[in-house]
Protein backbone atom coordinates (compact mmCIF):
# COMPACT_ATOMS: atom_id res chain seq x y z
CA UNK A 1 0.00 0.00 0.00
CA UNK A 2 0.92 3.31 -0.88
CA UNK A 3 0.03 6.83 1.70
CA UNK A 4 -3.24 8.29 0.30
CA UNK A 5 -3.49 12.00 0.20
CA UNK A 6 -5.86 13.31 2.66
CA UNK A 7 -9.87 13.15 1.80
CA UNK A 8 -8.45 10.07 -0.32
CA UNK A 9 -10.01 7.21 2.07
CA UNK A 10 -12.24 4.61 1.31
CA UNK A 11 -15.26 6.46 2.77
CA UNK A 12 -14.02 9.80 0.60
CA UNK A 13 -14.57 7.15 -2.62
CA UNK A 14 -18.24 6.32 -1.81
CA UNK A 15 -19.17 9.23 -0.95
CA UNK A 16 -17.66 10.37 -4.12
CA UNK A 17 -19.94 7.37 -5.73
CA UNK A 18 -22.84 8.63 -4.29
CA UNK A 19 -22.33 12.36 -5.06
CA UNK A 20 -24.05 12.00 -8.70
CA UNK A 21 -20.79 12.94 -10.68
CA UNK A 22 -20.83 11.65 -13.99
CA UNK A 23 -17.54 9.16 -12.65
CA UNK A 24 -17.38 7.04 -16.19
CA UNK A 25 -17.65 10.50 -18.41
CA UNK A 26 -20.74 9.45 -20.71
CA UNK A 27 -23.35 11.37 -19.38
CA UNK A 28 -24.83 7.80 -18.29
CA UNK A 29 -24.70 6.15 -21.11
CA UNK A 30 -23.03 2.80 -21.70
CA UNK A 31 -21.45 1.87 -24.79
CA UNK A 32 -19.69 -1.41 -26.51
CA UNK A 33 -15.70 -0.70 -26.73
CA UNK A 34 -13.24 -2.34 -29.24
CA UNK A 35 -10.41 -3.53 -28.44
CA UNK A 36 -8.75 -0.58 -30.11
CA UNK A 37 -10.96 2.11 -28.12
CA UNK A 38 -10.28 0.56 -25.28
CA UNK A 39 -6.09 1.03 -26.20
CA UNK A 40 -6.53 4.92 -26.26
CA UNK A 41 -7.32 5.69 -22.58
CA UNK A 42 -4.20 4.43 -21.40
CA UNK A 43 -3.12 7.54 -19.20
CA UNK A 44 -3.04 8.58 -15.98
CA UNK A 45 -5.38 11.32 -16.95
CA UNK A 46 -7.84 9.17 -19.33
CA UNK A 47 -7.77 5.67 -17.97
CA UNK A 48 -9.76 2.61 -19.22
CA UNK A 49 -9.87 -1.22 -17.94
CA UNK A 50 -11.25 -4.03 -18.59
CA UNK A 51 -12.35 -6.10 -16.16
CA UNK A 52 -14.25 -9.66 -17.22
CA UNK A 53 -15.90 -7.90 -20.19
CA UNK A 54 -16.62 -4.76 -18.30
CA UNK A 55 -14.83 -1.50 -18.72
CA UNK A 56 -14.70 1.05 -16.43
CA UNK A 57 -13.06 4.57 -16.71
CA UNK A 58 -11.01 4.54 -13.62
CA UNK A 59 -9.64 7.76 -13.72
CA UNK A 60 -11.19 8.92 -11.31
CA UNK A 61 -10.45 6.36 -8.54
CA UNK A 62 -7.09 6.77 -9.17
CA UNK A 63 -6.07 8.53 -6.12
CA UNK A 64 -8.02 6.80 -3.87
CA UNK A 65 -6.63 3.53 -4.87
CA UNK A 66 -4.84 2.26 -2.00
CA UNK A 67 -2.02 0.47 -3.61
CA UNK A 68 -0.78 3.62 -5.82
CA UNK A 69 -1.48 4.87 -9.28
CA UNK A 70 1.04 3.12 -10.75
CA UNK A 71 -0.30 -0.21 -10.15
CA UNK A 72 -3.47 1.08 -12.30
CA UNK A 73 -1.43 2.00 -14.70
CA UNK A 74 -0.13 -1.81 -15.64
CA UNK A 75 -3.40 -2.32 -16.85
CA UNK A 76 -4.90 0.85 -18.22
CA UNK A 77 -5.81 0.73 -21.73
CA UNK A 78 -5.59 -3.14 -21.64
CA UNK A 79 -8.12 -5.93 -20.11
CA UNK A 80 -6.44 -6.08 -16.78
CA UNK A 81 -8.18 -9.22 -15.31
CA UNK A 82 -5.71 -11.63 -14.63
CA UNK A 83 -3.61 -8.75 -13.24
CA UNK A 84 -6.55 -7.86 -11.52
CA UNK A 85 -6.99 -11.54 -9.95
CA UNK A 86 -3.17 -12.07 -8.88
CA UNK A 87 -3.63 -9.11 -6.22
CA UNK A 88 -6.69 -9.06 -4.97
CA UNK A 89 -9.49 -11.13 -6.64
CA UNK A 90 -11.51 -10.52 -3.63
CA UNK A 91 -12.35 -7.18 -4.17
CA UNK A 92 -15.89 -6.62 -5.15
CA UNK A 93 -15.18 -3.94 -8.03
CA UNK A 94 -18.53 -4.12 -9.51
CA UNK A 95 -19.34 -2.13 -6.36
CA UNK A 96 -16.55 -0.37 -5.77
CA UNK A 97 -16.59 0.77 -9.51
CA UNK A 98 -19.96 0.82 -10.72
CA UNK A 99 -20.28 4.40 -11.31
CA UNK A 100 -17.59 3.97 -13.26
CA UNK A 101 -18.65 1.56 -15.74
CA UNK A 102 -18.27 2.57 -19.58
CA UNK A 103 -20.07 -0.57 -20.99
CA UNK A 104 -18.90 -4.40 -22.49
CA UNK A 105 -16.15 -4.98 -24.34
CA UNK A 106 -17.54 -6.16 -28.08
CA UNK A 107 -16.85 -9.51 -29.06
CA UNK A 108 -14.64 -10.14 -32.07
CA UNK A 109 -16.66 -12.64 -34.48
CA UNK A 110 -14.65 -15.61 -35.64
CA UNK A 111 -15.08 -15.75 -39.21
CA UNK A 112 -15.03 -19.23 -40.85
CA UNK A 113 -13.56 -19.65 -44.41
CA UNK A 114 -15.82 -19.40 -47.25
CA UNK A 115 -16.80 -22.64 -48.11
CA UNK A 116 -15.65 -24.85 -45.42
CA UNK A 117 -18.17 -25.75 -42.72
CA UNK A 118 -15.55 -25.90 -40.19
CA UNK A 119 -16.09 -26.41 -36.24
CA UNK A 120 -14.45 -23.48 -34.21
CA UNK A 121 -11.89 -25.44 -33.27
CA UNK A 122 -10.50 -25.88 -36.29
CA UNK A 123 -10.56 -22.17 -37.29
CA UNK A 124 -8.30 -21.62 -34.31
CA UNK A 125 -5.82 -24.37 -35.26
CA UNK A 126 -5.72 -22.63 -38.77
CA UNK A 127 -4.22 -19.44 -37.05
CA UNK A 128 -1.19 -21.59 -35.60
CA UNK A 129 1.95 -22.66 -37.28
CA UNK A 130 1.94 -25.96 -38.43
CA UNK A 131 4.95 -26.69 -36.11
CA UNK A 132 2.84 -26.07 -33.16
CA UNK A 133 -0.40 -27.30 -33.91
CA UNK A 134 0.12 -31.09 -32.83
CA UNK A 135 0.93 -29.12 -29.63
CA UNK A 136 -2.13 -27.45 -29.18
CA UNK A 137 -4.03 -30.31 -30.19
CA UNK A 138 -2.53 -32.41 -27.34
CA UNK A 139 -3.34 -29.26 -24.61
CA UNK A 140 -6.72 -29.07 -26.15
CA UNK A 141 -7.11 -33.05 -25.67
CA UNK A 142 -5.25 -32.90 -22.11
CA UNK A 143 -7.81 -29.88 -21.30
CA UNK A 144 -10.86 -31.92 -22.04
CA UNK A 145 -9.63 -35.23 -20.27
CA UNK A 146 -8.97 -33.56 -17.55
CA UNK A 147 -12.31 -31.13 -17.16
CA UNK A 148 -13.42 -35.57 -16.98
CA UNK A 149 -12.11 -36.64 -14.44
CA UNK A 150 -14.43 -35.26 -12.38
CA UNK A 151 -16.93 -38.28 -13.83
CA UNK A 152 -14.22 -40.91 -13.66
CA UNK A 153 -13.25 -40.10 -9.78
CA UNK A 154 -16.15 -38.29 -8.70
CA UNK A 155 -19.36 -39.23 -8.43
CA UNK A 156 -22.03 -38.77 -5.46
CA UNK A 157 -24.89 -41.19 -4.60
CA UNK A 158 -27.63 -40.70 -1.92
CA UNK A 159 -30.08 -43.05 0.31
CA UNK A 160 -32.79 -41.91 3.59
CA UNK A 161 -34.22 -43.20 6.69
CA UNK A 162 -37.14 -42.54 7.98
CA UNK A 163 -35.35 -39.57 9.92
CA UNK A 164 -31.92 -38.89 7.91
CA UNK A 165 -30.92 -38.06 4.68
CA UNK A 166 -27.21 -39.04 3.90
CA UNK A 167 -25.42 -37.75 0.59
CA UNK A 168 -22.23 -39.79 -0.64
CA UNK A 169 -19.45 -38.57 -2.57
CA UNK A 170 -17.04 -40.62 -3.56
CA UNK A 171 -13.50 -39.33 -4.30
CA UNK A 172 -11.04 -42.01 -4.87
CA UNK A 173 -8.45 -39.49 -3.26
CA UNK A 174 -6.71 -40.52 -0.81
CA UNK A 175 -5.87 -39.04 2.55
CA UNK A 176 -9.07 -37.28 2.27
CA UNK A 177 -9.19 -35.05 5.67
CA UNK A 178 -11.90 -32.58 6.94
CA UNK A 179 -9.80 -29.57 5.62
CA UNK A 180 -10.28 -30.45 2.04
CA UNK A 181 -14.55 -31.01 2.67
CA UNK A 182 -16.52 -27.36 2.92
CA UNK A 183 -20.11 -28.42 3.40
CA UNK A 184 -23.21 -25.13 3.93
CA UNK A 185 -27.12 -26.10 4.25
CA UNK A 186 -28.62 -22.61 3.51
CA UNK A 187 -32.65 -22.19 3.27
CA UNK A 188 -33.03 -25.91 1.77
CA UNK A 189 -29.71 -24.69 -0.50
CA UNK A 190 -27.54 -27.95 -0.06
CA UNK A 191 -23.76 -26.88 -0.63
CA UNK A 192 -20.64 -29.56 -0.43
CA UNK A 193 -17.38 -28.83 -2.10
CA UNK A 194 -14.54 -31.24 -2.11
CA UNK A 195 -11.34 -29.43 -2.83
CA UNK A 196 -8.78 -31.37 -4.83
CA UNK A 197 -5.62 -29.81 -4.88
CA UNK A 198 -6.18 -26.28 -6.95
CA UNK A 199 -9.30 -28.01 -8.59
CA UNK A 200 -12.70 -28.36 -6.76
CA UNK A 201 -15.76 -30.90 -6.85
CA UNK A 202 -19.04 -29.37 -6.08
CA UNK A 203 -22.56 -30.59 -5.32
CA UNK A 204 -25.11 -28.01 -5.15
CA UNK A 205 -28.76 -28.78 -4.88
CA UNK A 206 -32.13 -27.04 -4.02
CA UNK A 207 -33.18 -29.90 -1.39
CA UNK A 208 -36.70 -31.19 -2.08
CA UNK A 209 -38.14 -30.96 1.63
CA UNK A 210 -36.43 -28.78 4.50
CA UNK A 211 -33.92 -30.41 7.43
CA UNK A 212 -32.54 -29.56 10.96
CA UNK A 213 -30.40 -26.85 10.82
CA UNK A 214 -27.46 -29.19 12.13
CA UNK A 215 -25.60 -31.34 10.01
CA UNK A 216 -22.86 -33.98 10.30
CA UNK A 217 -19.85 -34.73 7.65
CA UNK A 218 -17.83 -38.45 7.69
CA UNK A 219 -14.41 -38.55 6.33
CA UNK A 220 -13.19 -42.59 5.65
CA UNK A 221 -9.86 -40.98 4.96
CA UNK A 222 -8.20 -44.09 3.10
CA UNK A 223 -10.65 -44.63 0.34
CA UNK A 224 -12.12 -40.95 0.45
CA UNK A 225 -15.63 -41.18 1.11
CA UNK A 226 -17.38 -38.16 2.26
CA UNK A 227 -20.94 -38.58 3.88
CA UNK A 228 -22.96 -35.83 4.69
CA UNK A 229 -26.09 -36.24 7.03
CA UNK A 230 -28.86 -34.39 6.83
CA UNK A 231 -31.84 -34.43 9.58
CA UNK A 232 -35.01 -34.12 7.92
CA UNK A 233 -37.84 -31.90 9.78
CA UNK A 234 -40.67 -33.80 8.75
CA UNK A 235 -40.35 -37.82 8.41
CA UNK A 236 -42.11 -37.78 4.99
CA UNK A 237 -40.20 -40.27 2.43
CA UNK A 238 -38.74 -37.85 -0.53
CA UNK A 239 -39.03 -38.83 -4.30
CA UNK A 240 -35.41 -37.13 -5.09
CA UNK A 241 -32.99 -35.12 -3.32
CA UNK A 242 -33.50 -32.12 -5.01
CA UNK A 243 -33.08 -29.70 -8.25
CA UNK A 244 -30.07 -29.49 -9.52
CA UNK A 245 -28.18 -25.66 -8.85
CA UNK A 246 -26.30 -23.81 -11.99
CA UNK A 247 -23.25 -25.40 -10.88
CA UNK A 248 -23.94 -28.91 -9.48
CA UNK A 249 -21.83 -31.41 -10.04
CA UNK A 250 -18.70 -29.48 -11.51
CA UNK A 251 -14.91 -30.36 -11.47
CA UNK A 252 -13.15 -26.66 -12.24
CA UNK A 253 -10.27 -24.70 -10.94
CA UNK A 254 -10.75 -22.87 -7.36
CA UNK A 255 -10.20 -19.67 -8.60
CA UNK A 256 -12.98 -19.95 -11.23
CA UNK A 257 -15.60 -21.26 -8.33
CA UNK A 258 -16.01 -17.69 -6.79
CA UNK A 259 -15.99 -16.96 -3.00
CA UNK A 260 -18.83 -18.61 -1.21
CA UNK A 261 -20.09 -17.16 1.97
CA UNK A 262 -22.10 -18.04 4.95
CA UNK A 263 -22.74 -15.50 8.40
CA UNK A 264 -21.32 -16.30 11.37
CA UNK A 265 -22.46 -14.94 15.00
CA UNK A 266 -19.61 -13.11 16.81
CA UNK A 267 -19.32 -14.63 20.08
CA UNK A 268 -16.31 -12.69 21.84
CA UNK A 269 -13.90 -9.78 21.43
CA UNK A 270 -10.89 -9.39 23.87
CA UNK A 271 -7.99 -6.87 24.09
CA UNK A 272 -4.67 -8.38 22.95
CA UNK A 273 -2.46 -5.46 23.13
CA UNK A 274 -3.63 -1.18 22.81
CA UNK A 275 -4.93 -1.69 19.22
CA UNK A 276 -5.32 -5.48 18.35
CA UNK A 277 -8.34 -7.52 19.29
CA UNK A 278 -9.23 -11.43 19.30
CA UNK A 279 -12.46 -11.56 17.64
CA UNK A 280 -13.95 -15.46 17.75
CA UNK A 281 -16.60 -15.85 15.32
CA UNK A 282 -19.40 -18.92 15.65
CA UNK A 283 -20.07 -21.32 12.39
CA UNK A 284 -23.44 -21.79 11.73
CA UNK A 285 -24.19 -25.22 12.59
CA UNK A 286 -25.20 -26.51 9.50
CA UNK A 287 -21.80 -25.38 8.31
CA UNK A 288 -19.10 -27.38 8.16
CA UNK A 289 -15.32 -25.67 7.96
CA UNK A 290 -11.76 -26.05 8.76
CA UNK A 291 -9.31 -23.30 7.54
CA UNK A 292 -5.92 -25.10 6.73
CA UNK A 293 -2.80 -24.05 8.25
CA UNK A 294 -1.32 -21.02 6.48
CA UNK A 295 -4.90 -20.17 4.58
CA UNK A 296 -7.03 -16.94 5.36
CA UNK A 297 -11.14 -16.25 4.69
CA UNK A 298 -12.01 -13.06 3.69
CA UNK A 299 -14.78 -10.68 5.77
CA UNK A 300 -17.21 -8.86 4.21
CA UNK A 301 -19.54 -5.88 5.85
CA UNK A 302 -21.85 -3.66 3.81
CA UNK A 303 -20.47 -0.14 4.77
CA UNK A 304 -22.61 3.14 3.74
CA UNK A 305 -24.37 0.91 1.46
CA UNK A 306 -21.00 -0.33 -0.33
CA UNK A 307 -20.18 -4.15 0.27
CA UNK A 308 -16.11 -4.21 1.54
CA UNK A 309 -14.16 -7.18 1.92
CA UNK A 310 -10.69 -7.94 3.54
CA UNK A 311 -8.79 -10.80 3.84
CA UNK A 312 -7.59 -12.20 7.64
CA UNK A 313 -5.85 -15.51 8.45
CA UNK A 314 -7.06 -17.34 11.01
CA UNK A 315 -5.21 -17.83 14.77
CA UNK A 316 -5.81 -20.40 17.79
CA UNK A 317 -7.24 -19.09 20.89
CA UNK A 318 -4.45 -18.86 22.11
CA UNK A 319 -0.52 -20.42 21.61
CA UNK A 320 -0.83 -24.24 22.97
CA UNK A 321 2.15 -24.99 25.16
CA UNK A 322 1.28 -28.78 24.89
CA UNK A 323 1.97 -28.19 20.85
CA UNK A 324 -1.64 -29.30 20.11
CA UNK A 325 -4.91 -27.68 19.70
CA UNK A 326 -7.19 -27.10 22.62
CA UNK A 327 -10.06 -29.65 22.94
CA UNK A 328 -12.68 -27.32 22.98
CA UNK A 329 -11.36 -26.03 19.72
CA UNK A 330 -13.69 -28.20 17.87
CA UNK A 331 -14.00 -26.43 14.67
CA UNK A 332 -17.17 -24.51 15.48
CA UNK A 333 -15.42 -21.44 16.09
CA UNK A 334 -13.17 -18.79 13.92
CA UNK A 335 -10.33 -16.82 15.90
CA UNK A 336 -9.37 -13.24 14.08
CA UNK A 337 -6.56 -11.49 15.49
CA UNK A 338 -7.18 -7.85 14.10
CA UNK A 339 -5.21 -4.75 14.72
CA UNK A 340 -7.68 -2.01 14.90
CA UNK A 341 -6.66 1.16 12.79
CA UNK A 342 -8.15 4.71 13.97
CA UNK A 343 -8.79 5.55 10.45
CA UNK A 344 -9.83 2.24 9.31
CA UNK A 345 -12.75 2.42 7.84
CA UNK A 346 -13.66 -1.40 8.14
CA UNK A 347 -12.02 -2.07 11.11
CA UNK A 348 -13.76 0.69 12.49
CA UNK A 349 -16.61 -0.98 11.72
CA UNK A 350 -15.63 -4.74 12.89
CA UNK A 351 -14.68 -3.03 16.50
CA UNK A 352 -18.40 -1.58 16.44
CA UNK A 353 -19.93 -4.95 16.35
CA UNK A 354 -21.96 -6.47 19.36
CA UNK A 355 -21.91 -9.78 20.70
CA UNK A 356 -24.17 -11.45 18.69
CA UNK A 357 -23.74 -9.45 15.88
CA UNK A 358 -23.43 -11.39 12.37
CA UNK A 359 -20.58 -10.60 9.89
CA UNK A 360 -19.93 -12.58 6.24
CA UNK A 361 -17.33 -14.96 6.26
CA UNK A 362 -15.71 -17.09 2.90
CA UNK A 363 -14.25 -20.15 2.56
CA UNK A 364 -10.99 -20.67 3.01
CA UNK A 365 -8.14 -19.63 0.10
CA UNK A 366 -4.15 -19.47 -0.03
CA UNK A 367 -1.64 -21.42 -1.57
CA UNK A 368 0.55 -22.68 1.29
CA UNK A 369 0.98 -26.35 1.79
CA UNK A 370 2.30 -28.28 4.85
CA UNK A 371 4.50 -30.54 2.93
CA UNK A 372 6.62 -27.50 2.25
CA UNK A 373 7.23 -27.68 6.42
CA UNK A 374 7.55 -31.64 6.30
CA UNK A 375 10.59 -32.15 4.92
CA UNK A 376 12.43 -29.07 6.72
CA UNK A 377 14.85 -29.05 9.19
CA UNK A 378 15.12 -25.49 9.96
CA UNK A 379 11.91 -23.04 10.22
CA UNK A 380 12.21 -19.50 9.95
CA UNK A 381 9.29 -17.37 10.71
CA UNK A 382 9.66 -13.77 9.62
CA UNK A 383 6.55 -11.38 10.82
CA UNK A 384 6.13 -7.81 11.20
CA UNK A 385 2.72 -6.86 12.92
CA UNK A 386 -0.22 -9.02 12.91
CA UNK A 387 1.73 -10.69 9.78
CA UNK A 388 2.27 -13.03 13.38
CA UNK A 389 -1.13 -14.12 12.36
CA UNK A 390 0.06 -17.15 9.61
CA UNK A 391 2.83 -17.98 12.11
CA UNK A 392 0.45 -18.85 14.72
CA UNK A 393 -1.11 -22.55 13.37
CA UNK A 394 2.38 -22.76 11.60
CA UNK A 395 4.23 -23.16 15.19
CA UNK A 396 1.79 -25.38 16.38
CA UNK A 397 1.94 -27.49 13.20
CA UNK A 398 5.31 -27.56 13.26
CA UNK A 399 6.45 -28.08 17.01
CA UNK A 400 3.44 -31.19 16.57
CA UNK A 401 3.71 -32.51 13.68
CA UNK A 402 7.09 -32.29 12.01
CA UNK A 403 9.21 -34.76 13.42
CA UNK A 404 12.64 -34.04 11.25
CA UNK A 405 12.57 -29.88 12.66
CA UNK A 406 15.75 -29.38 14.66
CA UNK A 407 15.13 -25.41 14.84
CA UNK A 408 11.94 -22.99 14.79
CA UNK A 409 12.89 -19.40 15.05
CA UNK A 410 10.31 -16.81 15.17
CA UNK A 411 11.91 -13.20 14.16
CA UNK A 412 9.43 -10.97 14.98
CA UNK A 413 9.46 -7.36 13.80
CA UNK A 414 7.33 -4.65 15.71
CA UNK A 415 7.33 -0.68 16.99
CA UNK A 416 7.09 -1.01 20.34
CA UNK A 417 7.08 -3.83 22.56
CA UNK A 418 3.55 -2.54 23.76
CA UNK A 419 2.72 -4.02 20.18
CA UNK A 420 3.86 -7.43 20.39
CA UNK A 421 1.36 -9.91 19.99
CA UNK A 422 1.14 -12.54 22.93
CA UNK A 423 4.40 -11.75 23.88
CA UNK A 424 4.46 -13.67 26.97
CA UNK A 425 2.59 -17.05 25.76
CA UNK A 426 5.73 -16.91 22.98
CA UNK A 427 8.42 -16.69 25.90
CA UNK A 428 6.87 -19.44 27.84
CA UNK A 429 6.91 -21.45 24.40
CA UNK A 430 10.52 -20.68 24.51
CA UNK A 431 11.06 -22.33 28.09
CA UNK A 432 8.42 -25.28 27.27
CA UNK A 433 10.91 -26.36 23.69
CA UNK A 434 14.26 -26.84 23.62
CA UNK A 435 13.34 -26.20 19.63
CA UNK A 436 11.97 -23.31 19.41
CA UNK A 437 13.47 -19.36 19.70
CA UNK A 438 12.14 -15.70 19.04
CA UNK A 439 14.02 -12.60 18.50
CA UNK A 440 11.98 -9.29 19.02
CA UNK A 441 12.96 -6.91 17.51
CA UNK A 442 11.79 -3.02 17.37
CA UNK A 443 12.04 -0.10 15.45
CA UNK A 444 10.89 2.23 17.62
CA UNK A 445 11.90 0.78 21.16
CA UNK A 446 11.90 2.81 24.45
CA UNK A 447 15.21 3.61 26.35
CA UNK A 448 14.75 0.59 28.61
CA UNK A 449 14.20 -1.30 25.78
CA UNK A 450 17.41 -3.99 26.13
CA UNK A 451 16.35 -6.18 22.75
CA UNK A 452 17.67 -5.92 19.54
CA UNK A 453 16.16 -2.54 17.22
CA UNK A 454 16.29 -1.87 13.73
CA UNK A 455 14.41 -2.62 10.86
CA UNK A 456 14.68 -5.90 8.44
CA UNK A 457 17.78 -5.92 6.65
CA UNK A 458 20.28 -8.29 4.82
CA UNK A 459 23.32 -7.64 7.34
CA UNK A 460 20.00 -8.17 10.72
CA UNK A 461 19.07 -11.06 9.27
CA UNK A 462 22.12 -12.33 8.39
CA UNK A 463 22.96 -12.25 12.15
CA UNK A 464 19.51 -14.09 13.21
CA UNK A 465 19.33 -16.54 9.57
CA UNK A 466 21.53 -19.44 10.23
CA UNK A 467 21.55 -23.47 9.43
CA UNK A 468 21.33 -25.00 12.52
CA UNK A 469 23.91 -27.52 10.70
CA UNK A 470 25.56 -27.05 7.19
CA UNK A 471 23.68 -29.02 5.02
CA UNK A 472 20.54 -28.58 6.93
CA UNK A 473 17.04 -27.89 4.82
CA UNK A 474 15.43 -24.59 5.31
CA UNK A 475 12.17 -22.75 5.02
CA UNK A 476 12.10 -19.32 5.38
CA UNK A 477 7.99 -18.00 5.61
CA UNK A 478 7.59 -14.20 5.87
CA UNK A 479 4.48 -12.07 6.60
CA UNK A 480 3.98 -8.41 7.36
CA UNK A 481 3.38 -5.04 4.74
CA UNK A 482 4.56 -5.20 1.34
CA UNK A 483 7.53 -2.97 2.16
CA UNK A 484 8.49 -5.72 4.50
CA UNK A 485 7.79 -8.62 2.54
CA UNK A 486 9.70 -7.41 -0.33
CA UNK A 487 12.77 -6.67 1.50
CA UNK A 488 12.90 -10.21 3.52
CA UNK A 489 12.66 -11.83 -0.15
CA UNK A 490 15.09 -9.72 -1.49
Not at 67 to 87: N, R, S
Not at 113 to 141: A, H, N, W
Not at 430 to 456: A, N, Y
Amino acid sequence: QVPLKPGRSLMDWIRLTKSGKDLAGLKGKLIEVTEDELAKHNKKEDCWICIRGFVYNVTPYMEYHPGGEDEIMKAAGTDGTDLFDQVHRWVNYESMLKECLVGRMAVKPIAAPKGEGCCIYSVFLQQIPEDKTILCMRTFIKSIYFSSLCFLFYSYDWFQTDSLITIVIYTKQKDMNAELVIVDCQDKRLRGEIIVDDHSYLVEVDLDHAVQEDLAVNIAEKVGKVEIILKKKDNIHWKMLGQPLEHHNTFIKCKDRGLFYRKCKLVSKMEVTHDTKLFCLMLPKSTHLRVPTGQHVYLKQIIAGTEVVKPYTPVLPFLPLDFKEPSHYDGAHIYLMIKIYSCGLFTQALDDLQIGNYISVSNPEGNFKKSQVQTSEDLFLLAAGTGFTPMVKLLNFALTEVSCLRMVKLIFFNKTDDDILWRNQLEQLVLKDERFEVQFILSQPTKDWVGKQGKISSSLLSEFVKRSRQDSKVLICICGPTPFAEQGVQ
